[in-house]
């Protein structure tokens, strides 16, 4: 018997977040095909990390 449970230790309001498989190398995300932009990352879960710095709400991602 298993058992999986998430507890949220801290909720923040319009922060960004992307799926957690986009980031490389812990700190970085593709933002064009063969183009790595450093980012500062924040708070994460197994499917999303927020994100601190380096990108905005419109920089478009591409999965690497």
Known sequence: ??????????????????PASYVI???YVLT????R???K???RDLDKVEVLEG???S???YKP
């Open 1 to 18: 018997l298993t058992v999986e449970a998430s507890i949220v230790l801290n909720r923040k309001e319009d922060a960004l977040t992307i």
């Open 25 to 27: 190398d812990g700190r």
């Open 32 to 35: 064009g095909p063969n183009e």
């Open 37 to 39: 932009t450093l980012v």
């Open 41 to 43: 990352l924040g708070a």
């Open 55 to 57: 990108i905005t709400p």
């Open 59 to 61: 920089t478009r991602l």
